[in-house]
């Protein structure tokens, strides 16, 4: 189950917490599809569904997933408390830290979070 919001100049597909684990990159091509075919600029996926392959930037699915999102030109938030992962992580800190920074790939502590970043209450 997905919800389609506009915040800002932005239409958020929002993912719900349940379902499937995003723990390949076929998972992410899917809803990445599926953003694209609601008409969403932003997909917002909750940390929870993201599989620990995610979180170990090792493996490459954080980045081969970001890129994927990028190349169509979609943004993609990652929501909720993803704090366990960064104290085990000074790389997926790091990541995470230049991320929020950007335009593209953000981590955001709650839905609310995001809906003030897209609505320009926060700096992105």
């Not at 800002?8 to 684990?21: F, R, T, Y």
């Not at 980045?63 to 993803?82: F, M, P, S, T, W």
């Not at 230049?98 to 003030?116: H, K, T």
């Amino acid at each position: 189950m997905t919800e389609l919001l506009q915040w800002g100049n932005d239409h958020v597909l929002i993912c719900e917490p349940e379902g499937p684990a995003i723990d390949n990159s076929q998972r992410a091509t899917d809803l990445i599809g599926e953003a694209m075919f609601a008409g969403a600029s932003v997909l917002a996926v909750p940390a929870s569904r993201f599989g620990p392959a995610f979180f170990q930037l090792r493996t490459g699915l954080a980045g081969e997933i970001a890129q994927k999102a990028v190349n169509y030109r979609l943004k993609l938030a990652v929501i909720g408390d993803i704090s366990r992962h960064l104290a085990a992580s000074n790389a997926l800190r790091d990541w995470v830290r230049e991320a929020n920074r950007g335009r593209e790939i953000w981590f955001e502590p709650s839905l609310d979070s995001l809906a003030a970043r897209l609505d320009g209450r926060a700096g992105a």
